[in-house]
């Protein structure tokens, strides 16, 4: 029996995860459910899965459970706060935590499972984007087992050698394919793309995702970070991965070889497929997911992005390349533009505007331990609102 802890349960990595859970009460059992605010969400979760722990951000959320949550189970304990959220990524009782945290709230629970010796599932790709190498660094000294649960990044695993950590190099792999949907404005003109609202970019053609990761994946910047978070991951580096955009969603990506074969990973778009890899992993469970009815699919495509009218991407390349705190400084400013472009605040083409101002604006610098990340998050950040209309 796997104990697990789900970092964001109430988001939609979470929900998919309980989901995939719930098919298997015999081998997976929820030990603590972590939430921001979204405690009426949280309720049904508890009265599902009767999680020991559960821990909210927000301190007026977490009051309001307090109460309403005893007469579902007095035994529960209803923690607040981030530094509670590490504490039950790291308790002894753990075997897996889910990371589904959205955005740069997720580093520091996530990294506290993988100094724990976790068997972490990785969703929140902006803990990797905004301290790669120090994270990766405590996964080789806790040996930590870490496993993607990004779609791209989960089909790259599946088809890589066992060994792939010994160095892609030695393993024979030449390149890797990350696919993009292109989002819901992969045909749009620029002039098009100046007015798109916050509702028209949160509309993702293939994947059902919460609002901020939505957003990236319109802008591109998703991709951009999942091209960062592909490097740490396995090791290499950013012109051995090649962005192609395939709109049907199916090929989740692919190795090649040196003797030129491609291997991919096909399947129906459902984050249940990564997620019961990871939560199984060597294993295979049942996801829920459909059988991949190929023959209606009868086509999928493959072409190159255009960087001119998504200038995410290679503002993404271009902090990938410069090294150290520049990824940090990218996800900070990102998020930002983000929320000011859902809050009304800013128009789509402005998001990768503000970042790239940012970006000039910032020094980079090789940090030597997350207080450092977290000062180029904080200032990246200051920087950004700053610039904001
Ligand atoms: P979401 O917005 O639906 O859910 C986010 C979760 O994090 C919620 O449970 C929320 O309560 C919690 N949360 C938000 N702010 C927090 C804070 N400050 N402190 C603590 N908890 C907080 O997001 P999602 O779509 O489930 O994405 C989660 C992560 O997984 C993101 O990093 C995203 O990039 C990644 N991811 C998501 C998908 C997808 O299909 N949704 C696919 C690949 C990767
Ligand atoms: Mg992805």
Redesign the pocket.
Known sequence: MQRVVIL???????VSTLDVIARHPDRYQVWAL?????IDKLRQQVELFRPRVVVI?DADAARQAREQFRAIDPQLEVLQG?DA?EAVAAAPEVDTVMA????A??LEPTLAAVRAGKRVLL????SLVMAGPLFMQAVRQSRSTLLP???EHNAIFQCMPVQHREGLEQCGVRRILLTASGGPFREASLEQLQTVTPAQACAHPN?S?????SVDSATLMNKGLELIEACYLFDTAADRVEVVVHPQSIVHSMVEYVDGSVLAQLGNPD?RTPIAHGLAWPQRVESGVSSLDIISHARLDFSAPDIERFPCLRLAREACAAGGTASTVLNAANEVAVQAFLDGRIGFLAIAELIEKVLSACDFYEPIDIAAVKSADAQARDKAVALLP
């Open positions: 964001g349960s109430t988001g939609s990595i979470g972590t939430c921001q605010q979204s951000g981030s959220m589904a945290i959205v955005g709230a997720g969703a929140n790709k902006e649960i990004d779609s994947w995702m919460g609002q901020k990761i984050m």
